[in-house]
């Protein structure tokens, strides 16, 4: 499927199938914030359950924390959210929208790069396995040309972002002749700060409201609990503090779908280590992320990593863990190696010490973070776009058909199980329930008995379900039922006493994690 169709299609499948709706929708939509549907929660849940065992149960030294989305307002300060959260915006006069200026010139530096992919691809089509790609790239002059470009602007715009000069962003745009996308023109504005935050008012104006924020992320939530939980839980360096929960952001352009929201879900940890160790801490968690995302199945070529050019003022090392979504390779998950910038600054403007005592040394000093920071929301986005597909399948009658299925990985499948009786009388649909109250306890099973056996295969297909019994009359007489496999669509006769071990084979969350530790 082309890409850009396998990203319409997603967002249609997505809502048709009760995985995502458009938030406040017979209100005709809220811009960027959705829901989750029926099937939807249950995948998200899977995804969450699937990281913090992977964090919490398998690790004896993280602990994880529910930290509430108000905080106090100094927080932000310390943090250095309020006066460092921005985004550079600018707009078009003509055509009146609204850009992120880097992103702009992020966008244009890849039509560069695109270039270079193409003459690339060229070389590979007309030489074949005799193209050196490595000295192509070092000695053709179009290739050098493109490179040292995208070389060009990206040094500039590395700059003018540490430096905050929002001047020469926008002379970077005017230079590069950057037209707007939708109207072709290049009539624009100047370049401003925009804070992320959201404020809102707590208490009543009449008793003298103050101003407090939507946390932008919920990390703050760790490192402001980081003594509680260490004294309480009497933890020893290294150690971690897991959470998940919503994070709050006022994008200024929010858009594909659900990879950039303005209510997300994260899944961060922060790892607190010894001063001088954490270089090796962030690589063990790089290590240890990617084989995370790995072990789902998805092919591993959709995964890459990306070194932070620009390091966040709190950061010595940072990389992204990026994805091949429909629209290209994006940010999934950050690993950043945050030094003790925010426990001293908390320290700073709390007023209270935040450091750890040392017994083998006899010191106390302020540790060092490494945190890994995951977006739930984009997760899930990662795992329908790679699994979402569309199979040329041989009808009996010879035609042929196209099937729709989510390969979803297993274990983290919303339905487990659909039991489907033959026909809707002699006793099959009580056959078929009687299997459910047994496996209920174990599986989220589905009951159908709505159309033929081949449609309801199909619907439980593009729900991404691992697998579909069916009750026929046989099954009456020796209590074996046939058991259809989603990826093969094979279908085997086995005993209803052998189903439990079957499906659990399938799609335990234990073999899942045991491809990781
Ligand atoms: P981006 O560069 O895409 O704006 P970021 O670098 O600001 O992301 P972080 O602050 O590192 O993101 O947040 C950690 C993770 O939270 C990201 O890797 C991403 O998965 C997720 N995330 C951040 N912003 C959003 C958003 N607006 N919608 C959905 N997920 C988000």
């Avoid at 006793?427 to 009951?447: S, T, V």
Wanted: aromatic fraction near 12%; proline fraction near 3%.
């Amino acid at each position: 499927m082309a890409q850009d169709d396998l990203f319409k299609k997603l967002i249609a499948h997505a809502k048709e199938y009760g995985y995502i709706f458009q938030s406040s929708e017979i209100y005709d939509g809220l811009s960027a914030v959705y829901d989750y549907g029926q099937y939807g929660v249950e995948l998200k849940n899977n995804i969450k359950k699937y990281w913090w065992d992977a964090m919490v149960k398998m690790n004896e030294n993280i602990v994880g924390i529910d930290t509430a989305i108000f905080m106090h307002p100094e927080i932000w300060n310390a943090s250095g959210h309020t006066s460092a959260f921005n985004d550079p915006l600018i707009d078009n006069k003509d055509s009146k929208k609204r850009y992120r200026a880097d992103d702009l010139i992020e966008e244009h530096i890849r039509k560069y790069q695109n270039k270079i992919d193409k003459d690339v691809a060229k070389g590979h089509k007309k030489f074949g396995d005799s193209f050196d790609e490595k000295q192509f790239l070092e000695t053709n002059p179009n290739v050098l040309r493109n490179q040292a470009k995208i070389d060009e602007i990206q040094g500039r715009l590395v700059k003018a972002l540490e430096a905050d000069d929002l001047n020469e962003i926008k002379q970077i745009i005017i230079d590069c002749e950057i037209a707007d996308p939708v109207s072709g023109s290049k009539n624009w504005t100047d370049v401003r700060q925009f804070n992320l935050m959201f404020e809102t008012q707590l208490g009543s104006t009449a008793d003298g409201a103050s101003k407090i924020y939507l946390r932008p992320e919920t990390a703050q939530g760790i490192f402001v609990n980081y003594l509680n939980v260490q004294k309480t839980g009497r933890m020893k360096l290294p150690f971690g503090i897991a959470q998940i929960g919503k994070a709050f952001r006022n994008e200024i352009v929010a858009r594909q779908f659900i990879f950039r929201m303005r209510e997300f879900e994260q899944m961060e940890m922060q790892f607190f280590v010894k001063p001088g160790t954490e270089m090796e801490w962030f690589e063990y968690w790089k290590e240890m992320r990617i084989k995370w995302h790995k072990a789902m199945g998805i092919p591993e070529e959709k995964y890459r990593f990306h070194k932070h050019d620009k390091l966040a003022h709190y950061a010595n090392a940072a990389y992204d863990i990026e994805f091949e979504f429909p629209f290209g390779f994006k940010e999934l998950e950050g690993i950043h190696s945050r030094t003790d910038f925010d426990l001293k600054q908390h320290q700073e403007f709390s007023g209270k010490k935040l450091q750890y005592f040392d017994p083998e040394s006899g010191e106390s000093f302020v540790p060092y973070v490494v945190e890994t920071s995951i977006g739930l929301d984009r997760t899930f986005l990662s795992i329908l776009s790679a699994c979402l597909k569309e199979e040329e399948v041989k009808k009996e009658n010879g035609e042929s058909d196209t099937r729709v299925i989510l390969q979803i990985p297993p274990a983290l499948a919303p339905i487990k199980l659909a039991v489907l009786p033959l026909v809707k009388k002699d006793g099959l649909p009580e056959k078929a329930r009687e299997i459910i109250d047994e496996l209920k306890f174990d599986f989220i099973c589905q009951y159908d008995e709505k159309d033929s056996i081949g449609r309801r295969y199909r619907r439980q297909d593009a729900i991404g379900t691992p697998y579909c019994i069916t009750i026929d009359h046989q099954t009456l007489e020796d209590n074996t039922v046939t058991i259809r496999n989603r990826d093969t669509m094979e279908q085997e006769r086995v005993q209803i006493s052998e189903l439990a071990k079957i499906v659990d084979d399938k799609v335990s969350m234990k073999k899942l994690l045991k491809k990781i530790f």
